[in-house]
């Protein structure tokens, strides 16, 4: 391992388990630790502190600022992040960039010092005018190409990555398993009903075509009366309009609910849904819903909880690996269809749920990073 590690980012950090997850690890290892981007949240920020972390807050990346806003912001960001990297030895700390975006806009950075691309998606096969505005001589091959090490979180997209960008090595592939730690119970007396039912549970963002959720709730028509269908996330038009439509004691709509308070509630789930539907909008966004990597089916497959999700590559080839989960089509009676079949043989499916858990070492493979 290298003596410091520098985290960089240009959006909330606490927003993205991956990071959260490594810096657990580093600090497992008594490692000094460098973060240099924004989080909103001034507790994780006190408690990164105290355990002997630096913070250098550089940005606030607003998604409502207007564009002017916004490329003033990244000048800014690259301005002060490189004058805080320049005063680190590059012969004793490896640099991490979270996000193909944060590399475009530090491309210059990669050459000089050891460097990790994290790269929570496929990556971009175009580059967006206004990071090439802000990066002229960027060239996205020979960044990816001169760094020390690349991520990806998905096995497809590892292949896809060094196939396209001509690397020498395959990604290194860290799933986005997150490490939790334990939290205090609350009280959650408004769901003591659901205790003996069956509950078959959505968590995640109300986002339309991607996460469409309509034929699960038709599903309940065709399962027995112990099943409850919960769907919870954050409010929104769709979600809105899908409680308008469904809403009954046998589907309930919950509030999000603060990570990693939420895993409360996941361990009251019989089965776990995932639902990705591809807008095909580019091909990159085509191919990052072909080949998903949630997080979500390793805080289901952290209690065991068998999973069900519309058919994509990347979760069929999961669940037929680890026997934890059904591809159904997108037919409220298909999925119905799977539930039962799920229900039948729940034991073989729990157990398969808890094998991809395990299958997961993150220390290890943080090791060959770090």
């Excluded at 009280?187 to 963002?205: F, M, P, R, T």
């Excluded at 065991?304 to 037919?331: Q, R, W």
């Excluded at 999925?335 to 749920?353: H, P, Q, R, T, V």
Aim: charged share 25%; proline share 4%; hydrophobic share 40%.
């Amino acid at each position: 391992m290298k003596d410091t590690h520098i985290l960089i980012f240009e959006h909330d950090i606490v927003k993205y388990p991956p990071i959260l997850s490594f810096i657990s690890f580093l600090f497992q290892e008594n490692k000094k630790i460098v973060l240099i981007g924004y989080c909103s949240d001034e507790y994780f920020i006190r408690d990164f502190i105290d355990n002997g972390g630096v913070y250098y807050n550089v940005i606030d990346n607003k998604l409502e600022d207007n564009i002017v806003k916004k490329m003033f912001r990244y000048l800014l960001f690259k301005k002060r992040v490189k004058g805080i990297v320049k005063e680190f030895d590059e012969k004793y700390c490896r640099i991490y960039f979270f996000g193909e975006k944060c590399a475009w806009l530090l491309y210059t950075i990669v050459s000089n010092y050891s460097s990790v691309i994290y790269l929570f998606e496929t990556p971009t096969f175009v580059v967006e005018l206004k990071y090439r505005l802000l990066s002229p001589m960027l060239n996205y091959k020979e960044v990816l190409q001169r760094a020390y090490k690349v991520v990806c979180c998905e096995y497809n997209r590892a292949h896809i990555t060094k196939s396209y960008f001509s690397l020498k090595e395959l990604p290194i592939i860290i799933p986005n398993k997150p490490i939790v730690k334990s939290v205090e119970k609350k009280d959650i007396s408004e769901l003591e009903d659901l205790v003996d039912k069956k509950v078959i549970l959505y968590q995640g963002i109300f986002n339309y075509p991607e996460r469409k959720l309509d034929e699960f709730c038709l599903a309940m028509e065709y399962l027995p009366e112990d099943y409850v269908l919960c769907l919870m996330g954050g409010d929104n038009k769709y979600k809105a309009i899908l409680k308008s439509k469904y809403s009954s004691d046998r589907i309930r709509f919950l509030n999000y609910v603060t990570p990693p308070m939420h895993l409360q509630i996941t361990e009251m789930a019989y089965i776990g849904i995932l639902v990705y539907n591809s807008g095909g909008n580019n091909i990159s966004e085509t191919l990052n819903t072909l080949y998903c990597a949630p997080n979500k089916i390793y805080e289901y497959s952290k209690f065991s909880i068998p999973m069900i999700s519309n058919d994509v590559p990347a979760l069929d080839f999961l669940f037929k690996k680890f026997k934890c989960g059904e591809i159904s089509c997108d037919e409220a009676q298909s999925i119905a269809s799977k539930i039962l079949e799920i229900d039948k043989f729940y034991s073989n499916y729990s157990k398969g749920s808890t094998l991809l858990y395990n299958s997961v070492d993150l220390r290890e493979l943080y090791f060959k990073i770090s």
